[in-house]
């Protein structure tokens, strides 16, 4: 997958596009997988990189939901389910199963949180993927040793799907170019174009890279720009209604001793009423999240330093080692493009997390909500609309079974790091066979080769450091300051790559120093 490629397909392509989706995070990705599965002229444009927003800033579960099943939302945890099942199933080489222990400190949670879970193994049939059971006080300590043992009255063992968001979605980006779909990022959409009978026919785009501007036609046009939504929108309608209430939601990164046997926690109730996860990741431990209402969608959201404090202070509560400010290797924060409630009052953990698809008078279909492991399901529903509304002649989806780009069931997720490359895997062992350099270690810790900024520029659309270091290697998540470390290697080894001058070093250098910023706790 190359950009330069992308812009050519792009400037030759003749007639009109079927379908053009605009936002490259996990419901417009998706969307482009099924729409060119289903063999439609498919063309995204995403205005910064793939899963710039929301999609890189998840809580990286595939995952039903549990806290939907407290909720009675079962329509919501059944279809999630099911999901969860097919993600694996499709791309076993990006999802794993992790085991969750919901610690026990009365007497009663433990047959309470039994119960629940199995109806939760219930509720997911053929495509469960491991019992839930419940623990001894002396089972959860060897499971969680980091525990804290102070009225410790047992625990539950249930399994979710884990994941990688952003390397999800640059492989649902290849597995969409596999299947003819054109995919850009740094493409930002402008303006809405419409025929003489107010009908959308197409959309104006600003190439970021060369200023070029781009007037694309299309039958169909999709807003898939999650918190940007109501933005897209008003291209379409200035006098539409704001629908999206962002609310953000943000994890801190700790080393791995703080969960050292890679059995993730779950906190089914924190003083918020939230639920609270300490999940193993990429050899680090990724705990949170909050809800915290924002007035304006950003693209690089800063976390509040209350919210910072009261995982910190949660996380406490059951733990032994408690983590401080000092152990704190990464923060990030991501918005939830919720549906804005009716009524004034409702606060946003009460509002659905359904997806919704809307059509405006003029065609525009917006498709908002969801979570990304229903990804697959929200872009089948989606793109069945967009048949309807452009025309189209019908086509049945395909996804339920069609594996994602680089599917290959025999790799290790939890231990080998170059596993999300999938059957790639072995492309980049060749480079680092071809040239010694390509093997070197850039990062003992992350961990990191020379081999993968290749590979990534290459083949994967990188083209910042930010691109690199945030989505396609996880480094910006995972350790703010070792990323900086590394940072000028990296952007040595790119600008080589893509041919740019030592200028360039310096601006990206410049520019990822003030994204890191988002990322890094400054202690007083
Ligand atoms: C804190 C948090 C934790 C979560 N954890 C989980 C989890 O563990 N599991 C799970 O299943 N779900 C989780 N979710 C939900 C999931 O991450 C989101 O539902 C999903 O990522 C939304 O994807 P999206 O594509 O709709 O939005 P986004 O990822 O935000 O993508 C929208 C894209 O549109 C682009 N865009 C905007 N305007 C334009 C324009 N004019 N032109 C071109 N492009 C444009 C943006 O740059 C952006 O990349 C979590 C959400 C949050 C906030």
């Not at 379908?19 to 969307?31: C, K, N, P, V, Y």
């Not at 009663?108 to 509720?123: A, E, N, R, T, V």
Request: glycine share 8%; net charge neutral; aromatic share 8%.
């Amino acid at each position: 997958m190359n950009r330069d490629t992308m812009i050519q397909k792009l400037q030759s392509h003749e007639g009109i596009w079927d379908i053009l989706i605009i936002g490259g995070g996990a419901t417009g990705l998706g969307i482009a997988v099924d729409s060119a599965a289903r063999g439609y002229k498919t063309l995204l444009l995403e205005q910064h990189d793939f899963a710039k927003g929301t999609s890189s800033r998840s809580t990286k579960l595939v995952h039903g939901g549990v806290r939907y099943l407290q909720q009675g939302d079962i329509s919501l945890v059944l279809e999630a389910l099911k999901e969860r099942g097919l993600m694996i199933q499709n791309a076993p080489h990006l999802v794993s199963n992790q085991a969750f222990v919901i610690p026990n400190y009365s007497w009663w949670d433990g047959p309470f949180y039994q119960l629940g879970l199995k109806i939760y193994d219930f509720m997911s049939g053929d495509l469960g993927i491991g019992s839930s059971k419940r623990l001894s006080v002396k089972e959860t300590i060897r499971h969680i040793p980091t525990i804290d043992q102070k009225e410790l009255a047992g625990g539950v063992i249930y399994f979710d799907g884990q994941f990688d968001d952003a390397r999800m979605a640059i492989s649902l980006a290849k597995t969409a170019a596999h299947s003819d779909g054109v995919l850009l990022n740094y493409m930002k959409v402008e303006k809405i174009m419409k025929n003489k009978e107010g009908i959308i026919e197409g959309v104006v785009a600003l190439d970021l890279e060369t200023q070029e501007k781009y007037q694309v036609q299309s039958k169909v046009v999709i807003n898939a720009t999650g918190v940007f939504a109501d933005a897209v929108k008003k291209m379409d309608d200035p006098s539409t209604k704001e629908m999206i209430q962002p609310s953000q939601g943000t994890h801190i990164v700790l080393d791995a001793s703080f969960l050292p046997n890679k059995y993730a926690i779950m906190v089914p109730h924190t003083k918020d009423g939230r639920v609270l996860f300490a999940v193993p990741w990429h050899n680090k431990v990724v705990v949170g999240t909050t809800d915290t209402v924002i007035d304006k969608p950003l693209l690089e959201p800063h976390f509040q330093l209350e919210e910072v404090e009261f995982i910190l202070e949660t996380a406490s509560q059951y733990l032994t080692k408690k983590p401080t400010k000092k152990d704190i290797l990464s923060v990030f924060s991501g918005l939830r493009p919720l549906a804005k409630p009716e009524g004034d009052k409702q606060s946003t953990k009460e509002i659905s997390r359904h997806h919704k698809v809307m059509i405006s008078s003029s065609g525009l279909i917006t498709v908002i909500g969801g979570k990304w492991t229903t990804y697959r399901k929200m872009a089948e529903d989606t793109v069945d609309n967009a048949i309807l509304i452009g025309g189209l002649q019908g086509s049945k989806c395909t996804t339920h079974n069609l594996p994602i780009f680089g599917y290959d069931k025999n790799l290790n997720l939890t231990e080998d790091p170059l596993a999300v490359y999938g059957i790639e895997k072995q492309a980049l062992l060749d480079l680092e066979a071809e040239d010694p350099m390509y093997g070197s270690i850039i990062s003992e810790s992350l961990p990191l080769k020379a081999s993968q900024i290749i590979w990534a520029v290459r083949q994967e659309m990188a083209r910042t450091l930010e691109d690199m270091l945030a989505r396609r290697v996880r480094g910006l998540f995972l350790d703010v300051n070792e990323s900086l470390r590394i940072a000028p290697r990296v952007a040595y080894i790119m600008a080589n790559e893509l041919k740019k001058s030592p200028d360039w070093i310096k601006n990206q250098l410049t520019e990822f120093r003030a994204t890191a910023e988002h990322y890094q706790l400054v202690l007083d």
